[in-house]
């Protein structure tokens, strides 16, 4: 059995994680440990601690302060565990369990009370686990058998999970396709080497539901038309809300004598322009016989598509 166990001490000076295995069987032996590391916590953040600690804050503030730090320790509790499998070199679905002591900020042994922060509920969702919040709980071997189980298979290791869509007149909103890709996003155990690619229907409504919150890259594809443009200007605007980590703009189906206006254009809107994908025809052709792009052989799209992520 191996389980991951995460504290933060009184000193709030970081996190410290350790990966430890226990022999099969029930009767009691030594555990062995097999991996550990340290997280320090910045200056700013172990001053917070202290200070809620102390009871230095304004009764108004405190509260919020309180909630504000079981989040964010959750998520250095959370990256501490991710790490520790990762240097280990064990996958997040190898590990049995996560036991979190979480950040102690109130000890008071004559009320017989005492109280830790570092939402565990967070950690859970954060590192794929399942079970009912607490200091302990179990991690979901089976997250990731979605893709194994849905996906269609276009080559080998690259799996598409068309995730629907409105098929019928009343059918509803788009509410629970939004759920399910925003529960992926969030759940889903990577091991090292793979990569989530979403590819979300065009406009709005993934960003209103918050389906991409906390993407590590977001590809905004914009064609070369005002309308198209004032979306991306207002994807930009949701998507720094919502803790993306880097935004890049591609400007498709550019025919070459409208280059120059479409940049002119998007710096008057504030969109910049990472990269111009020309109009192709042999890819307008393939849209309208319903037939693929993966084996269509460009050397010069190709590399232009590389050079902008190989830049991220």
């Known amino acids: 059995m191996r389980v991951i166990g995460l504290m933060s001490g009184t000193s709030a000076d970081g996190v410290d994680a350790a990966l430890v295995e226990w022999p099969d069987g029930e009767a009691p032996k030594p555990f062995e440990l097999v991996a550990f590391r340290q997280d320090p916590f910045p200056e700013s953040l172990q001053a917070r601690i202290h200070e809620l600690a102390a009871g230095r804050l304004a009764p108004g503030k405190a509260l919020s302060e309180l909630a504000a730090l079981d989040v964010l320790l ?9 790490a520790l499998a990762a240097s280990a070199g064990i996958a997040l679905t190898e590990i049995d369990a996560i036991a979190s002591h979480g950040q102690t900020v109130a000890h008071h042994p004559e009320l017989r009370a005492t109280l830790q922060i570092g939402d565990p509920s967070l950690i859970a969702e ?4 399942t079970g009912d919040p607490g200091g302990m709980f179990l991690l979901n071997p089976r997250v990731s058998d ?3 189980k849905f996906a269609i298979k276009r080559r080998e290791n690259v799996f598409l999970l068309p995730v629907g869509t409105i098929e019928m007149a009343g059918e509803g909103c788009f ?11 969030r ?24 389906a991409v919150e906390g ?7 914009v064609e070369p038309g005002m309308r198209s443009l004032d979306t991306a200007r207002r994807i930009l605007a949701m998507a720094s809300s919502l803790g993306v980590r880097a935004i890049r703009v591609v400007a498709n189906k550019v025919r070459p004598e409208n280059l120059q206006t479409l940049r002119s254009r998007m710096r008057e809107n504030g969109v910049p322009l990472d990269l111009a994908l020309p109009y192709r025809e042999e890819f307008a052709r393939r849209d309208l016989d319903g037939a693929g792009v993966f084996d269509v052989a460009d050397p010069v799209f190709e590399e232009d598509v590389l050079r902008m992520l190989q830049a991220v």
Not at 126 to 129: A, H, N, P, V
Not at 175 to 185: G, I, N
Request: aromatic share 6%.
């Open 126 to 129: 954060r590192t794929g686990s």
């Open 187 to 210: 759940r889903l155990v990577l091991d090292e080497g793979e990569t989530l690619l979403l590819d979300l229907e065009a406009g709005l409504e993934s960003f209103g539901r918050a």
């Open 215 to 221: 993407l590590d890259l977001l590809l905004i594809v």
């Open 146 to 148: 979605i893709a194994e």
């Open 175 to 185: 509410c629970p396709q939004a759920a399910f890709v925003k529960a992926l996003v």
């Open 74 to 82: 959750a998520e250095r509790f959370a990256e501490s565990a991710i």
